[in-house]
């Protein structure tokens, strides 16, 4: 008979251990926004010793003993004599416990310790190629990383490919086999959407979003929205970095980050809605369980549904725009005055190739992700070299977009993430346009008036929403599950392939 104190004995040791990735997360949001260039290397250390030590900790005989009085350590079933007297929400904790612990316990400390350091200088290798546009000098970093990412595979274990391996750290449950044919209907719809876009008598007008506008008043217009959608400044901030991205270190501290260009004004304004979606994610994620996985996010897909519900469904709705164009073009009276509302809608929802992914519309965003998944599964299976990488880009590229990088600071060198050995992050993003959508779905459905309050500013509806089916719940679901429960669906592509069709075929004037 085990009494309750033994579960919160096994909590408060897990929260202790998240303190020390906590505290990685402090180092690494610093070494992104304010840490000065030529402390890169010690970073680089100190990153890699709390990251080993939280490992060491968590694989300990001490987190053994403490899960391996609920759960068989080799199968995770939970034992017999604990079934009965253990609630929904402590089977889903030991569930999810058990999975990143059986996980762990296969990664040898110094691989960890290796790994780490590896990612830590890897990524500022990359920011030095990637500025000098020079592919060589990043080489010798992937070829090792990638490298090191084909042994984890191999020490995690895996069926049908080493991929899957990587897949499941970002989103469990995903595979090769379930992403192949999701990925080849969705594209099949949107080739045939963007030909109709091609062929569409409708020019938006973009060079009003290339004006100069003031990077100061930009980027507190993107605060101000997103004090609207409610994120809250009080347990969290907004800085900039080179790359936008969300950390969180407690629900009471979820930053975000974005990037600002006088000569692109979109950049900024999207990527604080973005980011903003998923900072209420982080806001939004239970106290109570703080440290242990059902205070923590589902999955990177779950998380990007929630960026780009705000970002696409959201902020790039004619709704949206009703309530805060008047406010844009207050703030940039020189530049939107004689704008119309349709005119700048039209141009935030341009739909057009091109080279970076992180500067894509909403549709061919979709294709990026697409060529990105093809050739990692290329390299970590092992048919391609590293340094083939550069060539088969550009072909890929060419091939799913009709468009040709001219160097490769904008082709191969231009995402962060296989700096980071963040291989099997890409399908994430597709994921989580295709769960945005069947969420916002759902939401509609749900809210008949909250297209009427989005038009009045009045974003707080939706985001109680989202904190109450999604966010309140950490790992206690799967994304498949918690899909299935919240909308009465699988994962389809249908309501985003929906979606797209209303949107474009209203905006470029055809019909599907
Ligand atoms: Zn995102």
């Known amino acids: 008979m085990t009494s309750p104190a033994s579960l919160d004995s096994l909590k408060s040791k897990l929260r202790e251990i998240h303190h020390l990735h906590d505290a990685a997360a402090v180092l690494s949001w610093d070494q992104e926004t304010y840490m000065p260039a030529g402390s890169g290397a010690i970073r680089a250390e100190q990153l890699a010793t709390l990251q080993t030590l939280a490992h060491n900790q968590f694989t300990s005989p001490e987190v053994e003993s403490l899960l391996g009085s609920f759960v068989d350590i080799d199968t995770g079933t939970i034992l017999p004599n604990q079934e009965t007297t253990l609630d929904d929400t402590a089977h889903a904790l030991l569930r999810e416990t058990w999975r990143d612990f059986s996980r762990a316990k296969k990664l040898p400390s110094s691989f960890v310790n290796k790994l780490e350091r590896e990612c830590s200088l890897a990524q500022q290798i990359w920011q030095e190629a990637r500025k000098t546009n020079d592919f060589q000098r990043f080489l010798p970093n992937l070829e090792r990383l990638v490298r090191l990412k084909q042994q984890e595979a191999e020490y995690l274990s895996y069926t049908d490919s080493p991929y899957n391996a990587l897949l499941d750290t970002f989103e469990p449950g995903s595979t090769v086999a379930q992403l192949r044919p999701l990925f080849a209907e969705l594209r099949t719809h949107l080739i045939r959407l963007l030909d109709q876009i091609r062929n569409s008598p409708v020019q938006p007008n973009t060079s009003l979003l290339t004006q100069s506008f003031d990077t100061a008043k930009q980027v507190d217009f993107g605060r101000l929205v997103l004090k609207q959608m409610g994120y809250n400044f009080q347990r969290g901030r907004l800085d900039l970095s080179a790359h936008p991205f969300t950390t969180a270190f407690h629900p009471t501290d979820a930053r975000v980050t974005t990037r600002v260009f006088e000569k692109d004004m979109p950049s900024c304004l999207f990527s604080c809605i973005h980011e903003g ?63 119309q509302a349709e005119e700048f809608y039209l141009a935030i929802n341009q739909v057009v190739p091109s080279l970076v992914r992180v500067e894509a519309d909403e549709l061919t965003y979709n294709l990026h992700i697409m060529v990105r998944f093809e050739i990692e599964l290329e390299v970590i299976e092992g048919r391609v070299e590293v340094d083939e990488l550069p060539e088969l880009w550009n072909a890929k590229i060419e091939e799913y977009l009709g468009v040709t990088p001219s160097n490769d600071a904008e082709g191969v060198l231009q995402d962060v993430h296989w700096s980071f050995g963040a291989f099997g992050y890409f399908p994430t993003y597709t994921l989580g346009n295709l769960y945005a959508a069947m969420l916002f779905q759902q939401a509609k459905q749900d809210m008949a008036d909250l297209e009427q309050n989005i038009g009045q500013g009045n974003f707080l509806p939706l985001k109680n929403w989202l904190n109450d089916r999604v966010h309140k719940w950490g790992r206690q679901y799967s994304a498949s599950d918690l899909i299935q429960q919240v909308t009465g669906q699988a994962l389809t592509s249908e309501p985003f392939v929906k979606d797209l069709e209303e949107k474009f075929g209203n905006l470029y004037q055809f019909s599907t």
């Open 277 to 339: 979606g998923h900072g209420l994610y982080e806001q939004g994620l239970s106290p109570q369980h703080y440290g242990t996985p059902l205070g923590e996010a589902i999955s990177l897909g779950i998380h990007e549904s929630q960026s780009r519900l705000w970002e696409n469904s959201v902020g790039r709705s004619q709704a949206f725009w009703k309530y805060l164009y008047p406010k844009l073009q207050e703030t940039f009276p020189e530049q939107l005055g004689a704008v």
